[in-house]
């Protein structure tokens, strides 16, 4: 649901604020402490099919997905060994039956718990429930700021008018609402009406994410890819709005890497303050780590504690920190400031996950994948291969896919 | 109780309170204080957390800061200015929202 989480840390310091404490270096959240917050999908299904999901391509089955009372078994663990946070994600995590006994078991253990969801399986009863259960926060997705585009993006009918409707349902029932954007080519001109938008819906966050592009949205690259013309736009439009909307809507923006000198820091670090749990059980330094072959997960169905597979096991120790860097990253200055930027990008666009991030102007393969952003954004069309369990399906025209 | 949560401006009648989406708990595996909201985990320091605890939607600041200002001894006006400007900067953040009667 939420492909910004691979470069908004879901937690962070932030200096200025003279709270970053608990992230400061050296701190127990440094150096592979227990991560502060935890992205739970619970479930890849998902009624959309949206180009971008952040899913792997090999989707989960239902069949796979762990039962109500394991699910119960991680949250308890989770908040015994100090994680704060639970973020439950998908697919659609209200596709699962049990998300209100979910969210209830959460709050009953003590955890702050946040729903990032598509928001068209809601009804005002089920949304009154998950608050009721102690639901902290909603995360509502939106793919543009009318149905015309929306919709299409979506991959579903109707969609967008029912997404209005339930951020409407979430204010009134006074739960807080962050709109999550992901932005790309064919829609990054509704910006600042996405932006109004967010101000109309009495939003207290936007998410204005644009798309990293591995899984689902690097097989539909070309047509998602923006212009770089759009992104120069995109950052004045932001800029503008938080200065005018300071106080009224807080705005997250995530920059697209393609575009950029320096890679991010993604997740923080590989294993160094997050960890996500697949449908099936995997721990994954983050959601889209099952793309890299050759690395084994291990899942909470192992006879391993969420902590020890955290701290031990091999997958998330071997990227971790910067013994792991080939050069450039070795002797590069801003090695412990991206720590290398991203594995599953490296691997997509190199094959190798240990290389470095071709995002990184250093990265010798940084000036090919520039040119190719730049050709796709200006030559490559603009139809979508939907996200779906057969693996993906082309857009034919006014039909969405499945 | 109604709420206010957009552009709030703190003043010595302000009566503040962290929001539904801001929760200001012990976190005992690390040992301090943290405030959990969207997104992120914020570490307060122990100044903040002795005022946090203060803001229960009832109190205004000027009673708040009576309270500090008698506590440690310490000059009312300086003690009055950084705690406005700790909380307006919580308030500009989203972490505070300011409580007022609900409309008759």
């Known amino acids: ?402 | 109780m109604a709420a206010r949560t957009r552009n709030i401006s703190v003043t010595g009648t302000s009566r503040p309170l962290l929001p539904r989406h801001a929760k200001l708990r012990f976190d005992d595996t690390r040992q301090r204080w943290v405030i959990l909201a969207p997104e992120r985990v914020l570490a307060p320091d122990d100044i903040a957390v002795e005022v946090l605890q203060l803001c229960d939607g009832d109190r205004d600041v000027d009673q708040m800061v009576d309270l500090l200002a008698a506590k440690y001894v310490a000059d009312r006006a300086a003690i009055a200015s950084d705690v406005i400007a700790m909380l307006q900067d919580l308030a500009d953040k989203g972490f505070l929202v300011e409580a007022r009667e609900a409309s008759a």
């Open chain 1, 1 to 402: 649901m939420s492909p910004t989480l691979t470069d908004a840390a879901p937690s962070r310091g932030d200096a200025a604020d003279g709270l970053s404490i608990l992230e400061s270096r050296k701190s127990a959240a440094e150096t592979f402490g227990i991560p502060l917050a935890v992205l739970a999908e619970l479930t890849h299904r998902c009624p959309l099919q949206c180009p971008y999901c952040s899913n792997p391509v090999e989707l989960e089955r239902g069949g796979s997905e762990l039962t109500t009372d394991e699910w119960k078994k991680v949250l308890t663990e989770l908040a015994e060994i100090g994680v704060l946070q639970i973020h439950f994600s998908g697919g659609e995590p209200t596709a699962r039956k049990d998300i209100v006994e979910l969210v209830q078991h959460a709050s009953d253990v003590g955890l702050y718990t946040n729903l990032i969801t598509s928001a068209v399986l809601l009804t005002r009863d089920k949304l009154k429930a998950l608050a009721d259960a102690g639901l902290c926060h909603v995360q509502i997705s939106f793919q543009g700021n009318e149905p015309v585009v929306a919709d299409r993006v979506a991959g579903l009918k109707n969609a967008h008018e029912k997404k209005l409707e339930v951020a409407r349902w979430t204010r009134e029932l006074d739960l807080p609402l962050t709109v999550n954007a992901v932005m790309h080519r064919q829609n990054l001109h509704q910006l600042a009406d996405i932006i109004q938008m967010a101000v109309d819906l009495d939003a207290d966050r936007l998410e204005v994410a644009n798309v990293q592009y591995y899984g689902w949205a690097l097989k539909n690259r070309a047509a998602l890819m923006p212009t770089l013309q759009q992104i120069e736009e995109t950052s004045r439009i932001v800029e503008e709005a938080e200065v005018r909307l300071k106080g009224i809507l807080a705005i997250d923006y995530v920059v697209p890497d393609y575009y950029a000198l320096r890679p991010k820091k993604c997740m923080g670090g590989w294993g160094r303050q997050f960890f996500n749990i697949s449908p099936a059980g995997k721990i994954l330094p983050c959601h889209a780590a099952e793309t890299i072959t050759g690395l084994d997960f291990l899942s909470v169905r192992s006879n391993h504690s969420i902590a020890w597979i955290w701290q031990n096991s091999e997958a998330f120790n071997r990227y971790r920190g910067t013994g792991w860097m080939p050069e450039p990253c070795q002797s590069c200055e801003f090695k412990e400031i991206d720590f290398g930027g991203c594995r599953c990008q490296a691997f997509a666009l190199t094959g190798d996950a240990g290389n470095t991030d071709p995002a990184c102007a250093l990265s010798p393969m940084h000036e090919q994948i520039f040119k190719t952003a730049e050709t796709e954004a200006s030559h490559g069309g603009d139809r979508f291969i939907y996200r779906n369990f057969a693996g993906g399906t082309v857009e034919t025209g006014g039909e969405y896919g499945s």
